[in-house]
């Protein structure tokens, strides 16, 4: 037997036998698995693949269209799904990972004629049970909860019905089944809920199910083999092909990556996952897994051209942070060669030119590469990725690419790239994220109060009741909290903002409460305000305060000509001197709100010209 397809035997068996059905009443349980795991080799035009350098290419790859008079819709986007955890056991369909409290919009992408029929489930926190809902909007729009809910289904002029969930829909009748016990839930942090698989559940760009999305099986992971070996000769016999497309190969092609499109909501980023097979090691060695930021959108799929990342985005300057993983023969042997390598996150520090362990907040696409796989060390090595064949126009997801003398030159989207001209969905490449949430507590919180001119403490009258202070129902206690406000800059003196955790039997409840109060507005002063931000990594919420009647203007823009220069530097020491200008003429000059033009206002206004201050831009 080749010995690649030895290891793709072993792997099959390792991932059937770690494969997990899960969900009853929103536990984890593990059951006998019922996906298997496809590994195969694939034919690749070697000769046209060695000679590709970045043109259009010949083949055409089948872009996936919904049969006709189908009803049909895609997973909201900037979500990912989830379906793996960091030991390789996954559900056999995966969840939505989304942001609690935030909208998500079904896409409804139907052929069928006629009107749409949604049905969805909410959790109600009166009953503690979900309610079934419908609507008949084109596309659907929810916000969820912090509880799981199930994906929804989806009628189009009577045909259907059709959703994302793997146990609602009869595959054979249509009919709608186990309503309360869906594959599929829709809210983020699954990880939280369902306890067996707890921190550990991963992210993934694409979907992996024990069917696809119409009911037909085909589920599993792909590898291409095959990738010209040092001896090829393309017209022998039998071909070295000793090399591999996603891994150690010698076509140049050293480079295995995968994109995430742009979040509807940023997501904290904290470890990445590589899942690889056939790997072998000399000795022990370091893998690289760099973070790009593309921009908002990911190149996007084509027909009949190979989609590219510019290699002038992958430089240090769109590089979020570097995750690193060490491999060792131990690690290869208790694995069987097809490990889950787990990569911790360093980040760069060129000010005071130091590395540290960092878990950034990601808000762009990205594009996440794995490097070095083709060092002296390393004997093989290969990624995988899925048998699903869905374009959920987002954009390519699954990449090579070519790196020269510590350059990336080259990053090429799978689809379109092969002769096969199968549509490759997704990679092996999987993601720790969290999505932390921070939301008014009080169903009449608008984030908006205005102080009397005598100041005071923030409060309401509800029902006779008196409620001081903002209540904000979050993931993260105050001691994760960043107080500023929206432009970065300090709180205002005239605010002072006491924050407590809500507590219960020495537990933190997820509640905050901000305590604000207000002082009193200065004679000489109209009015002011303050937006002010509080803040956790991947979450944060405003609060607008206002007291008087505001002039209109950025603070610290003086002479409320749209910059911050020269003029109004000069602006606020003529206000200092009493020299031809007074704050009545000028109320902008009060950049700090303290309803006095000081060397507070100087300072603030010298900072935003060097930039160190970020202005409301």
């Known amino acids: 037997m080749k010995k690649s397809l030895l290891f793709a035997a072993v792997l099959s068996l390792a991932l059937t036998a770690s494969s997990q059905v899960a969900r009853n009443a929103g536990t984890a349980t593990q059951t006998k698995a019922v996906a298997t795991t496809q590994l195969k080799d694939v034919k690749v035009d070697h000769k046209m693949a060695e000679q590709y350098t970045g043109q259009s290419r010949l083949v055409q790859g089948p872009k996936k269209a ?65 309610d079934s809902l419908t609507s008949d909007t084109y596309d659907l729009t929810v916000r969820y909860g912090y509880e799981y809910d199930d994906a929804p289904y989806l009628k189009m002029g009577g045909v259907g019905p059709y959703t994302l969930s793997g146990y ?50 085909m589920y599993g992971w792909i590898y291409y083999s095959g990738a ?38 940023p997501y904290v980023l904290n470890k990445i996952y590589f899942w690889v097979t056939d790997l072998e090691v000399k000795n022990t060695v370091e893998l690289e897994a760099r973070v790009y930021r593309v921009g908002d959108e990911l190149p996007a799929y084509v027909d009949t051209t190979a989609a590219q990342i510019d290699p002038a985005l992958l430089t240090e300057e769109n590089l979020i942070c570097t995750g690193r993983t060490t491999i060792t023969p131990a690690l290869v042997e208790e694995s069987q060669g097809s490990p889950i390598l787990e990569f911790t996150l360093w980040e760069s520090d060129p000010v005071v030119g130091i590395e540290y362990e960092t878990t950034p907040q990601i808000d762009d696409a990205v594009v996440i590469l794995i490097v070095g796989m083709d060092q002296e ?41 092969f002769t096969s001209g199968a549509l490759k969905a997704g990679s092996s490449i999987l993601l720790d994220v969290s999505r932390p949430f921070m939301v008014f507590n009080y169903s009449f919180e608008e984030g908006e109060y205005t102080f009397p001119n005598a100041g005071g403490t923030l409060s309401y009258n509800v029902g006779g009741e008196t409620l001081t202070g903002i209540e904000i129902y979050c993931t993260n206690p105050m001691a994760d909290w960043t107080v500023t406000t929206d432009n970065g800059a300090d709180v205002p003196e005239w605010l002072t903002i006491t924050l407590s955790d809500v507590m219960e039997s020495g537990e933190f409840t997820g ?84 309803g006095v033009v000081d060397v507070d206002d100087l300072n603030y206004v010298i900072n935003v010209m060097l930039g160190k201050v970020p202005t409301a831009e």
């Open 228 to 265: 010209p070996g040092p001896d090829y000769d393309p017209e022998a016999e039998d071909p070295d092909r000793s090399g591999y497309w996603f891994g150690k190969n010698y076509g140049n092609w050293n480079i295995f990556g995968c994109g995430f499109e742009k979040p509807i909501s």
């Open 511 to 594: 509640l905050v409460d901000a305590n604000v109060v207000a002082a009193a507005l200065p004679d000489n002063l109209p009015g002011r305000e303050a937006t002010v931000r509080f803040a956790i990594n991947g979450a944060y919420i405003d609060y607008h305060f206002i007291q008087g009647e505001p002039v209109q203007g950025t603070p610290g823009d003086a002479n409320g000509d749209g910059r911050i220069d020269i003029d109004d530097v000069n602006i606020i020491i003529n206000i200092m001197l009493q020299k031809n200008a007074t704050l009545e003429e000028y109320p902008m000059a009060d950049a700090t709100g303290d």
């Open 377 to 417: 060390d390393i004997t093989s090595i290969s990624g995988l990725i899925t048998t699903d064949e869905e374009d959920e126009g987002v954009g390519e997801v699954t990449y090579m690419g070519q790196m020269q003398d510590g350059e990336i030159i080259n990053c090429v989207g799978l689809n379109n790239f």
């Open 66 to 130: 919904v049969p006709a008079n189908s009803a049909y819709y895609l997973r909201p986007k900037g979500t990912m799904y989830c379906n793996w955890n960091n030991e390789g056991s996954g559900f056999i369909m995966p969840f939505v990972n989304t942001k609690p409290y935030d909208e998500v919009t079904w896409r409804n992408m139907s052929t069928a004629d006629g009107r749409p029929a949604w049905g969805y489930w909410l959790f109600n926190g009166e009953t503690s049970e979900r």
């Open 168 to 217: 609602r829909v009869n595959r054979t009748t249509g009919a709608i089944e186990n309503e309360a016990n869906s594959g599929v839930a829709s809210v983020v942090n699954s990880q939280e809920i369902y306890s067996d698989f707890e921190t550990n559940m991963l992210a993934s760009a694409h979907y992996y199910g024990s069917s696809n999305r119409f009911g037909n099986e």
